[in-house]
């Protein structure tokens, strides 16, 4: 059975701090692409982090660069993202999202956590 499950979010000042944890069972963890992605009221979900299956490649939303940094262990199964100077609009729930495309066919194979609240606010 395939899960991805987050930790870490919660409620913090701003200027603060935030790791986001993503465990994942269920598949080979090691062939996927993670990313995590984050949704605010009212608003549509959107990409905020990307990590190639071995750690070689990152990407960012250009809201967080140099604040985020997304990594992984893929020893551990666990997808990381660290959140610094964090801001009230980076209040939202935050997604983890597992990809793997078969190579030389279209078939994907796509998964999703249950989100975790991440609020700033003084």
Known sequence: QVQLAES???RVQ??????LSCAASG??????TMSWYRQAPGKERELV?????N??????ADS???RFTISRDNAENTAFLQMNSLKPEDTAVYFCNAVFIV???KRTYDYWGQGT???VSS
């Open 49 to 53: 982090a990307r990590i190639s299956s």
């Open 14 to 19: 701003p200027g603060g701090s935030l790791r």
């Open 8 to 10: 870490g979010g919660g």
């Open 27 to 32: 598949f080979t963890f090691s062939t996927y």
């Open 117 to 119: 609240q991440v609020t």
């Open 55 to 60: 750690a070689g490649s990152t990407s960012y």
């Open 103 to 105: 190579p030389f066919t």
């Open 64 to 66: 967080v660069k140099g």
